[in-house]
């Protein structure tokens, strides 16, 4: 079993807001302050958390103080990192970029830290990401990105503090519930913007986030919650099957209608795990096993109706779609307006290759439009493993429920290599391919039960 986490995000996700969360569920403060500290940046903050009341319900809140130089008279001023209330706290207007920061400074101040391993990887991956965003939104490199935007000092406490916390708490698999939009307007270093703020907006769109709006009119994500969200969970979507242990609510600064909380669920369940490599000097076929997913997960579908294309150019676009990351790709005829004969082409993919599968689709085909759809879908556990037949290695895809193996395929580019390496019938190589395994899997327990 492995360690398994949940961002329930009701009223929006922001990195103070998951700080508050992870502290609420049992990670130390102290133990992020004192690693926070090997970035060389503490005399920039101050760090503490407090227990909050929203609409009756008791979470943690985690407050980021600010101190900078007051720019007209030189005094040190503190302001808290607040969620939602940019646009309503002027102290914060007035100072709020005092540290600006490119990328490439902040990833030399997280590479210097000495960090857990873990933590160092994924906090890179989140500025990163959260740099793409900003660059795309601004048109420049994501080097030249200024994190004026998002503070830099308190952008680098939320996103490094969180991933601390992740790693603290040994998570395997994060995962995140579809995202609130919210409304109205923020203050920004450019002015007053729509919310979702542009940056949000391009870190949901690359990654095909599911969203909806809750009627409540205030900014609930934050450019530093999204990347987080975007970066290291698995997908958005409903709790995962887990076994709950714990629950952390981390408080929002404001009161809203609902509680103001985003709920952090830790709990136990089977995600992907590596599988050890069996070995027997008796057994013809080593197997090589590596695991794949068991567990429901989001997928984009992309769909078109297409009368006036060719087949061959269809043909080509299949491969030109699993070129591009394409999880499954097929047709079906259709009769479309005026009885004229015509295809839909499905393409099933992960929400991140969405944009370069519907690029293939518009490239190679005649469609003017595609619809696009988020799904969920539950699949078997697999693995693949590796068989050494009497002409060579072919893989197999075996399907399990539990621990019961209920589907064993080859591989069809093996077997057909094979065919024509040897000049045989494609089924009598996976009918051999097929008796190898199966005679290699009962050699394989009797010595194990020896």
Not at 13 to 31: E, K, R, S
Request: hydrophobic letters at 40%; a negative charge; one cysteine or more.
């Amino acid at each position: 079993m492995n360690k398994i986490a949940y961002l329930e995000c009701p009223t929006g996700i922001a990195g103070d807001m998951c700080l508050g969360a992870l502290v609420h569920v049992g990670v130390p403060l102290d133990y992020l302050i004192e690693k926070l500290n090997l970035l060389g940046i503490s005399q920039e903050y101050q760090l503490s958390t407090e227990k909050v009341h929203r609409n009756g319900i008791v979470a943690t809140k985690f407050h980021v103080k600010l101190t900078h130089a007051n720019p007209e008279d030189g005094e040190p001023v503190t302001f808290d990192h607040h969620h939602h209330d940019a646009e309503n706290n002027p102290s914060k207007q007035k100072h709020h970029h005092a540290h600006n920061r490119h990328l490439p400074e902040i990833e030399a101040l997280i590479k210097k830290a000495g960090l857990p391993q873990r933590a160092e990887a994924w906090s890179l991956a989140v500025f990163q990401k959260l740099a793409q965003a900003e660059g795309a939104v601004h048109g420049v490199a994501p080097e030249q990105v200024h994190f004026h935007e998002v503070g830099a000092t308190d952008a680098i406490i939320d996103i490094v503090g969180t991933c601390l916390g992740l790693d603290w708490l040994n998570i395997d698999k994060l995962y995140c519930s579809p995202l609130p939009t919210g409304g109205g307007t923020v203050r920004t270093a450019h002015g007053l913007l729509p919310v979702p703020v542009p940056a949000v907006l391009k870190l949901w769109e690359l990654h095909n986030v599911p969203i909806y709006g809750n009627g409540i009119e205030k900014e609930l994500c934050t450019p530093t919650g999204s990347a987080i969200a975007c970066t290291i969970a698995s997908g958005f979507c409903p709790p995962p099957q887990m076994s709950l242990q714990c629950v952390g609510l981390g408080a929002g600064s404001q009161n809203l209608a609902i509680p103001n909380i985003l709920r952090l669920w830790i709990g136990e369940g089977k995600v992907e795990t590596q599988h050890s490599q069996v070995k027997k000097s008796d057994v013809v076929g080593t197997l090589h096993a590596t695991s794949l997913h068991s567990h429901l997960e989001t997928v984009s579908v992309l769909e078109t109706q297409i009368d006036d294309c060719s087949p061959q150019a269809i043909a080509y676009t299949f491969d030109a779609l699993f070129a591009a990351g394409a999880l499954d790709v097929f047709t079906q005829p259709v009769t479309m307006k005026k009885s004229r004969q015509g295809i839909l082409l499905t393409v099933i993919c992960t929400p991140e290759k969405l944009s370069a599968c519907q690029e293939v689709i518009f490239r190679e085909t005649t469609t003017l439009g595609i619809r696009q759809s988020i799904q969920q879908r539950a699949i078997l556990e697999r693995e693949i493993h590796q068989v050494e037949t009497e002409y060579g290695a072919v893989r197999l895809k075996v399907a399990k429920m539990g621990d019961k193996i209920v589907n064993v395929q080859p591989e069809y580019e093996d077997c057909a290599t094979l065919a024509r390496q040897q000049n045989l019938p494609f089924m009598e190589v996976q009918k051999m391919v097929l008796q190898s395994w199966y005679r290699n899997t009962r050699e394989t327990k009797v010595n194990n039960n020896l």
